[in-house]
């Protein structure tokens, strides 16, 4: 006879991913909680490595790192507001990175519109963004407080993948599909029912398939919240990007200058980069994009060289 649905693999795979993922919310707070916020902000700063960013190429990760640790070469500081009720959202990054230039910027989106601010330029990009929803989600997801929702959302693509360990904890794993097709893990402390972190397999264009993972710790008491104060970025086992909030704040008073662009800064417009290959002079040739590329072609080697975005 055929099984139904509740009583086949699939769906005790399913049921038993919902009860984990109920226990991780529960563990935040409720769903009730996440319901009812208004805004949140973050302010962190923390370390990054930037695998490739370095001063010469880097060989086998084996020889070039030590206990799984690649050497710092910057120091970002962010803040993220998140203006749930307004559906808007503002990131500043302030950080100088590996060579001493300066970086300081600052990306909104609002309803229907992206706004990109550039100081070191000083220099703003306003543009219509017929999916800024979906933009601003996917900006959002990498916290808990939005994340776990939009798991809930999706509840017919949760499958349990079992149990694991993580740094000696027991984990409770379950995996569910993203609005952009990409299968994510999640896995929950099975002792405190917190999200302990996300995984991803991803095609890296150094490293070939290799998983990333977005690692929360340092949980704590925000509103009536309990949320991490700690977010490690790692690709293929190695901590990309280490960053420790300094401050979480859940509905105060926004600042309205966050949303905005500041006056006195020059109006550019993005224009699309020609898609075929500028040669510049003898076995020397530009690829336009939004990182402007040259390469040399030798006999034995190619040489390539590339500029930061927008120069």
Not at 70 to 76: E, G, S
Not at 114 to 120: F, K, V
Not at 214 to 229: C, E
Request: aromatic residues 8%; proline residues 5%; hydrophobic residues 35%.
């Amino acid at each position: 006879f055929a099984q139904s649905p509740h009583e086949s693999v699939t769906g005790k795979s399913c049921a038993r991913a919902r009860e984990v993922l109920e226990a991780g919310i529960k563990a935040m707070g409720g769903p009730d909680a996440l319901k009812a916020i208004s805004n949140i902000s973050r302010e962190m700063a923390g370390v990054r490595t930037d695998e490739g960013q370095g001063l010469r190429p880097i060989p086998h990760r084996g020889d070039y790192y030590r206990n799984g640790e690649a050497p710092v070469v910057n120091h970002p500081k962010i803040k993220h507001v998140h203006d749930l009720r307004g559906q808007r959202l503002s990131d500043s990054l302030d950080d100088v990175i590996l060579g001493g230039q300066p970086l300081r910027i600052r990306n909104i989106l609002t309803k229907d519109s992206a706004i990109n601010i550039n100081y070191n330029l000083g220099t703003v990009e306003t543009r219509q963004l017929p999916n800024a929803t979906t933009v601003r989600v996917y900006r959002s997801s990498r916290y808990p407080e939005i994340l776990l929702p939009m798991v809930w959302d999706r509840l017919e693509t949760l499958r349990y993948l079992g149990e694991s360990q993580y740094e000696g904890q027991k984990q409770w794993v379950i995996t569910f599909a993203h609005q952009n097709g990409a299968q994510i893990s999640l896995y929950f402390n099975a002792q405190t029912g917190l999200l302990t972190k996300s995984e991803i397999l991803s095609d890296n264009p150094v490293l070939g398939d290799t998983a990333e993972e977005l690692v929360y710790d340092d949980w704590r008491p925000a509103g009536k919240l309990t949320l991490p104060f700690r977010y490690v970025s790692k690709v293929g086992g190695v901590m990309l990007q280490d960053l420790r909030a300094t401050s979480i704040t859940i509905d105060a008073k926004l600042d309205e200058s966050l949303f905005v662009a500041p006056e006195g800064l020059a109006k550019v417009e993005r224009t699309p980069p020609a898609q075929k290959l500028m040669k510049l002079g003898e076995d020397v040739y530009l690829a336009p994009g939004e990182y402007n590329s040259v390469f040399v072609v030798f006999n034995d080697y190619v040489l390539a060289l590339e500029a930061g975005s927008d120069n």
